[in-house]
């Protein structure tokens, strides 16, 4: 079992940049894929970005590439994502997951999940 818990979530005005944070616990974070997904109100959860168990691979959804990078560190049991440049529609709850299985950015791939952290950007 892994228990994912994020934090750095909070309000930034548009153009403003936050770092999200995940804590794992449980498991061989090493041997897992990590991903964040988001949801918006009215709106099914979506990939943002993931990485692979090493970290030498990673992937971005289109609605972030260039502005937001995803990292982890194994040995502290972290991923982080960090958000630049944000936007109104970047405004969701963030949630960290893993993978023991597969790289995928299909959410249903992702074993465990965060209990989300709220993003909110200001026009």
């Known amino acids: 079992q892994v228990q994912l818990v994020e934090s750095g979530g909070g309000l930034v005005q548009a153009g403003g940049s936050l770092r999200l944070s995940c804590a794992a616990s449980g498991g061989t974070f090493s041997g897992y894929v990590m991903g964040w997904f988001r949801q918006a109100p009215g709106k099914e959860r979506e990939f943002v970005a993931i990485i692979s168990s090493s970290g030498s691979s990673t992937t971005y959804a289109d609605s972030v590439k260039g502005r937001f990078t995803i990292s982890r560190e194994n040995a502290r049991k972290t991923v982080s994502l960090q958000m630049n440049s944000l936007r109104p529609e970047d405004t969701a709850v963030y949630y960290c997951?893993?993978?023991?299985?597969?790289?995928?950015?299909?959410?249903?791939?992702?074993?465990?999940w965060g209990q989300g952290t709220q993003v909110t950007v200001s026009s």
């Open positions: 997951a893993a993978a023991n299985r597969r790289y995928s950015i299909v959410a249903n791939d992702y074993n465990y």
